[in-house]
């Protein structure tokens, strides 16, 4: 089942924080985070397994709820480069579904100077 | 540069040839999937092959076609497509299970007659 990201779009002047949500209806064993640039492949941000843990990656950090099925991240300070779609990846990492990861619809982040 | 090499970069091809897309990574990876990603929106998984073994069909028409050679190379057979099969598809790789980062190719931008 596909999470639900929100908010849709953000547009940032340099400098500004953003927060970015993924929920889910299911139980979940895992969240990725990941950001595509327009025309590139999806980059790798962080992982977060359930246990309710927070993960840091420069300014950018992210946290998982397993109670609530959500997880949010955090732009700090934003840059021009953070500029781009956020996705969220999520696995309820049963059986043969641990591979698995279902997309959210994606986050346009727009920075401007 | 991304670590997951994808040929060719672009394809054109009418409903009715026979083409191949490649993938190739040199990460010692052994989870390997293809996607496929409309403009504007997510990744969809198509296929997960798990120790050159297909874990995971997504169910998906039997035009296309993976093959795992061995544990660096994918491949995705690809006949009789339709116009809605245009897309980006993706290849990506990760260590093995679900809390593994997924290394994206940039992908073959394809276009069907």
């Known amino acids: 089942q596909q999470p639900v990201q929100s908010p849709q779009a953000v547009i940032l002047r340099e400098g500004e924080d953003a927060v970015i949500n993924c929920s889910s209806s299911?139980?979940?064993?895992?969240v990725h985070w990941y950001r595509q640039k327009h025309g590139e492949a999806p980059v790798f941000l962080m992982i977060?397994?359930?246990?309710?843990e927070q993960k840091g990656h420069e300014k950018i950090s992210a946290s998982f709820n397993e109670k609530k099925q959500q997880s949010s991240l955090y732009l700090t300070a934003s840059q021009l480069s953070y500029s781009g779609t956020y996705f969220c990846?999520?696995?309820?990492?049963?059986?043969?579904?641990?591979?698995?990861?279902?997309f959210g619809k994606g986050t346009l982040l727009t920075v401007n100077p | 540069d991304t670590e997951v090499t994808q040929t060719p970069k672009h394809l054109v091809m009418g409903m009715t040839n026979k083409k191949s897309l490649k993938c190739e990574q040199h990460?010692?990876?052994?989870?390997m999937y293809w996607y496929k990603q409309k403009a504007k929106k997510p990744p969809e998984l198509m296929f997960v092959?798990?120790?050159?073994?297909?874990?995971i069909n997504e169910s998906v028409p039997s035009r296309f076609s993976p093959e795992c050679p061995n544990s660096s190379l994918l491949n995705l057979h690809l006949h009789a497509l339709q116009p809605e099969d245009s897309a980006l598809y993706l290849c990506?790789?990760?260590?093995?299970?679900?809390?593994?980062?997924?290394?994206f190719g940039d992908g073959t931008r394809l276009s069907i007659l």
């Open positions: 977060l397994l359930k246990g309710g």
């Open positions: 990846g999520t696995s309820d990492g049963s059986g043969g579904s641990n591979y698995k990861l279902t």
């Open positions: 299911k139980a979940l064993y895992s």
């Open positions: 092959y798990s120790y050159e073994k297909l874990s």
């Open positions: 990506a790789s990760s260590q093995d299970r679900s809390n593994q980062p997924q290394h």
């Open positions: 990460m010692g990876h052994r989870a």
